[in-house]
């Protein structure tokens, strides 16, 4: 590793108030450190984009720290190993982990703090192990399965049908034998995910009544509702839930750039009514079983019963405007932006 | 049995908007029916005024179908056997079931319809079979042991804790070994929920801070939260949840009488962040338990370990005004309408 390594990396300048602005980054470069044993320098290829991000840019209590300001935005994505005082990376490796927004992560090489572990380009391409070979694919696996046990039989709904995870939520609970309906912005996802992905039906929130779309599309009523966008459509689904319904709280995109106080879900009586189950899920908890989700989910792929849709955008300097396309509904599929080409 | 008894009954008038007013219902006098076979009549003696009432006096699907216009109102309540074309009833036994808003009850004496069943006045006085012994106590025991699973060493809060469901909620809390700390109105219930129940703590939501008064006595975080009353005191308690927390939701009186939407609540994201659960419980489904859980509670009555406190009311005539005092939290216990004396 020679010294003239530049980091360019975008930090945290302020805390946003609702949508994050651009003055509410800094474009800040610094040289590469040098490795102190057991660390290794990683070259950033491509960067998980999430809805979760806009909650880590606030203050206050969460399921993980909030990043400081002046702090390297946090990112999970994929690099290649540059330079290795570890024993268990060589350079050239190519490995996961939370690298964050910048073209050079440097540190400990374990499976604590920024969780490094190796992927394999030959078994998937790279930017399927941001997506559902990912966190992402994570989230939706053990989110549905384990939290909304559903049965074979059985209605599931899921929003943000076309995103990372609704792709994944819808698509394994196919494979286990449910009725699968999604709610998605726009004829384009809708399609997608009905002709590409296998879903039953979807419902398309911008161009009708998502009520009456359920109505029309779950005859039987709801089973599982995994809910990655809360707001009006968790109220309509609410309206339509089966006695003993799950309700999967995975996010609420629709929320969180918000000025004004979330809306709660009005119709959460329903609950009652229908003795139904609302659950949040946090991925990490299942971190000792992910492996068994790759698994099943990579056999899936390479039977051919088993799709996803990446959408990548490159540039590091692109990451403020690329990060917002995810509340406007722009992007299609899982939101990756492409730091360097693998070369 | 004479044709001469005449039946004064309290029928539903009009669906209310908001708060029910007098003329919302109607006065109705009518001789007591002769009975066909297997059928009998039931004296009321004491009705049981309960928040759910008024869900059941809208239209729409919920848990048990509506009250019709110029239906006999609902309600459950303990009589006394006046006539039998029964073999399972004698004249003069002690019944409970949901034998309405009126001075006497004619129908087939079965478990099923109006769920008629014997009660023993020796084993306890006939009130408390629509207390603790009844559905509230039912509701209470179900929820808190089935839905809210709570374990030795957690903290058990309850709003509406001096009412009929939440003096049992504690007291069961506290015999299985958890921390309950209550929510109710008023000094004088804060204290009786202390000072005679056994609660831990109470908190005084007319007089203070909720959230407030939930760091000081909880705080260990809240393991599980039994919700009979919704709105912003449901809100509260959802910023100091601890993981894995459960919440029972059994009802929102503070949302009953709203001309305006229901408040959902705002904060249900730290279900998310605490992968904690939302539950609704209906007593109905626990029907084939009844008699364990009055037999537990009914043993630790014997022992003096267990109390409970009715607010009783005199007069058919007074039920308008009476119901309403629930919605208002000016019962104190239990609340009761003594229909006739037991002579």
Known sequence: ??????????????????????SDWNFVSEPVRALADGEITVKTLYLSLDPAMRGWMNEGKSYIRPV??????????????????????????????????????????????????????????????????????????????????PKAGETVVVSGAAGAVGQTVGQVAKHKGCRVVGIAGGKDKCDFVVNELGFDACIDYKSGSVREGLKQHCPKGVDVYFDNVGGDILDDVLTRINMKARIIICGAISQYNNTTPVKGPANYLSLLVNR??????????????????????????????????????????????????????KNFGKLILQVAKDE
């Open 68 to 149: 400081a300001i002046d702090e390297v935005m946090r990112a999970g994505g994929i690099g290649k190993v540059v330079a290795s005082k570890s024993p268990k990376f060589a350079v050239g490796d190519y490995v996961s982990g939370v690298i964050g927004v910048q073209e050079y992560w440097t540190g400990p090489a374990d499976d604590k703090g920024a969780g490094i572990y190796k992927v394999d380009p030959k078994a998937a391409p790279l930017p399927k192990y941001l997506n559902a070979l990912g966190m992402p694919g994570m989230t939706a696996y053990f989110g549905l399965l384990e939290v909304g046990q």
């Open 276 to 329: 139904a189950r609302m659950e949040g899920i946090v991925v990490f908890d299942y971190a000792d079983r992910y492996h068994l989700g790759v698994a099943e989910m990579a056999k899936w792929m390479k039977e051919g019963t088993f799709k996803t849709r990446e959408d990548i955008v490159e540039g590091l300097d692109n990451f403020p405007e690329t990060l917002l396309m995810l509340f406007e509904g």
């Open 1 to 22: 590793m020679t010294t003239t390594l530049t980091n360019r990396q975008v930090r945290l300048a302020a805390r946003p108030v609702g949508m994050p602005k651009r």
